[in-house]
């Protein structure tokens, strides 16, 4: 089976997050053709996808999205046309991830094994009323796989160089500083907060958490707002507020970055309050079997030398992680979320044919 009618039919439909407009339909349709039994699974506003097809040997579940960011201005087609143009399928959502999808549905369609595919339409929104509660359904009612692969972009040169076996976890907090506004011709009679705010957010900015593990970059913190909503050059203000990110490895947890924050602004400014959210932990993939097929799947199509990487922001891999042993691997990700989101259909073929070639060795 040919991948590229149904990324079309995928690029077709304006599912931009968190709207459908019938692509989980198209894939529904598409699956049901293969023998697969279909869930929808609705949460909120959010239209999600269970489909399984029962078959011999290990069970290999397919994570994807059909939820896509908003195409904004600029392109030279429609992007929601799904035009091929010298070889190349154009679309928003064609990289991430329309066409890893198509591929994976084009895989299964030469195979017999067991396999489902749990899709999303919330992996580019507030990834609330997606992954996470399907999974739960499916620890529910006995489908938790073997293995998972999830259809991320993976790759940044070419495709097969790389793969995803771990990410790093992402924290948030929000500071705020309460002061006493005041002239600032008279600062005895004020309290100015921004004077503790800086020298707390220098010396979270300067801090070394660690050098980093087998698997992953050193955690690191950076600083992303500043403000005081002072529009007087004259006026000390009454509060100072600050946010923060910080992406951390398996070397850290939330609750241990939280107390440093806590500690920190306790040494800068004590009367400081903090706010944190955690939107996911660190986790890593052990190699192993799974792994392991994957890799020697991408060798077989490709030149490539796939290098297992934990690098990036997050994704629903940080959901699965807590039920199965995971991976994402998928197309080059270079244009994803660009103007002219844009893949080669020989490279979408290839994708095909590493899946199936996964799916033949992994599910036996």
């Known amino acids: 089976m040919d991948p590229l009618p149904l990324a079309q039919a995928l690029l077709r439909c304006r599912s931009v997050t968190p709207a459908d407009d019938g692509a989980q339909s198209v894939l529904a349709l598409q699956l049901a053709r293969l023998g697969f039994t279909i869930t929808r699974l609705r949460f909120g506003d959010i239209e999600n996808l269970y489909a399984e097809r029962l ?12 939820d896509v960011v908003p195409p904004g201005e600029g392109w030279r087609h429609d992007p929601f046309a799904g035009v091929v143009e010298d070889g190349v399928l154009y679309g928003r959502g064609a990289v991430d ?6 591929a994976f549905v084009a895989a299964v369609a030469q195979t017999k094994n067991h396999v489902s595919l749990l899709i999303t339409g919330d992996e580019e929104g507030e990834a609330v009323n997606g992954t996470a509660p399907v999974l739960e359904w499916m620890e529910r009612h006995g489908k938790l796989p073997d293995f998972c692969l999830v259809g991320e972009p993976t790759s940044r040169v070419t495709l097969g160089d790389t793969i995803k076996i771990g990410r790093r976890g992402s924290l948030s907090a ?5 002061g006493r506004q005041g002239h600032v011709a008279y600062p005895h009679l004020a309290d100015n907060p921004i004077h503790r705010l800086l020298p707390a957010l220098a010396a979270m900015a300067a801090h070394k958490f660690d050098e980093g593990s087998a698997f992953f970059q050193p955690t690191a913190l950076q600083v992303t707002s500043v403000d005081v909503g002072n529009e007087a050059a004259n006026v000390i203000p009454q509060a100072a507020t600050a946010r923060l990110n910080i992406r951390f490895n398996d070397l850290q947890t939330p609750s241990g970055l939280e107390d440093y924050l806590t500690e920190t602004l306790a040494r800068f400014a004590p009367s400081a309050s903090l706010a944190v959210a955690c939107t996911g932990g660190a986790f890593i993939t052990q190699p192993g079997a799974h792994t392991e097929a994957l890799i020697q799947a991408i060798r077989a199509v490709t030149t490539a030398e796939p290098e297992p990487n934990t690098g990036g922001g997050t994704s629903d891999a940080r959901f699965i992680a807590k039920y199965c042993p995971v991976a994402e691997f998928g197309l080059v990700g270079a244009r994803m979320h660009q103007t002219d989101e844009g893949v080669s259909v020989a490279e979408l073929r290839s994708l095909k044919e590493i899946y199936q070639i996964l799916i033949q060795s992994y599910c036996v």
């Open 174 to 178: 929000k500071i705020n500083v309460p």
């Open 97 to 102: 991830m329309k066409g890893a999808i198509a």
């Open 55 to 66: 078959g011999p040997g290990r069970h290999l579940c397919f994570a994807g999205h059909t």
